[in-house]
């Protein structure tokens, strides 16, 4: 069984290869970007909270997005595995992650590196191929920002073996491969 949290800034390839992941070890595919993005556009009481946080480029709080992974996590779609992607974004999660995967922990930690400047392009690239508004330039640059300041902490809780750091700034198919050999 993989438990497995996929890490990175914004623009590094996460949810591109979550989804290859996913299909490869056929588990869920626990993206809180993509719930609260789904959220917003129903028109929820959850996406009118969170609206405006993700169109500045800002996280949701701790509690909230915890709640919100935390549910998903105990349904039993999550029982044979899954791949995280997005969450934790700060020591607090990481630490209420560690409290709800306490019997059951992660197994593998997975960080795609990829260079400011080549996320800056992908990111601008994206809001022009899909209409994205949280990928204006100021908005790439303060969610960048807030990376560094709080969701690389993330990486540090959780360096050891189970971390493992991929180029991924090489080619889609090139990143794949260098995650399965990981995950083998």
């Known amino acids: 069984m993989k438990r497995i949290l996929l890490v990175g800034p914004p623009g590094s390839g996460k949810g591109t290869q979550a989804e290859k992941v996913c299909k490869y070890l056929n588990i869920p595919h626990i993206s809180t970007g993509g719930m609260l993005r789904d959220a917003v556009s129903?028109?929820?009481?959850?996406?009118?909270k969170v609206?405006?946080?993700?169109?500045?480029?800002?996280?949701?709080s701790d509690d909230l997005i915890t709640s919100i992974v935390g549910e998903r996590l105990g349904s039993g779609e999550c029982a044979?595995?899954?791949l995280l992607d997005g969450f934790p974004r700060t020591k607090a999660q990481a630490e209420a992650l560690d409290k709800i995967l306490k019997s059951y922990p992660l197994t593998h930690i997975i960080e795609l590196v990829v260079p400011h400047d080549d996320?800056?392009?992908?990111?601008?690239?994206?809001?022009?191929?899909q209409g994205?508004?949280?990928?204006?330039?100021d908005v790439i640059e303060n969610r960048l920002k807030v990376y560094e300041a709080q969701s690389k902490i993330v990486v540090d809780h959780y360096s050891g073996e189970r971390l493992h750091k991929i180029d991924g700034s090489k080619t889609i198919d090139e990143v794949g491969e260098a995650i399965r050999r990981v995950l083998m």
């Open 119 to 129: 996320i800056v392009r992908r990111l601008l690239e994206r809001a022009k191929v």
């Open 42 to 48: 129903s028109g929820s009481d959850l996406g009118k």
């Open 80 to 82: 044979k595995g899954f």
């Open 132 to 137: 994205r508004v949280d990928d204006t330039l």
């Open 51 to 60: 609206e405006g946080i993700l169109a500045k480029g800002e996280l949701v």
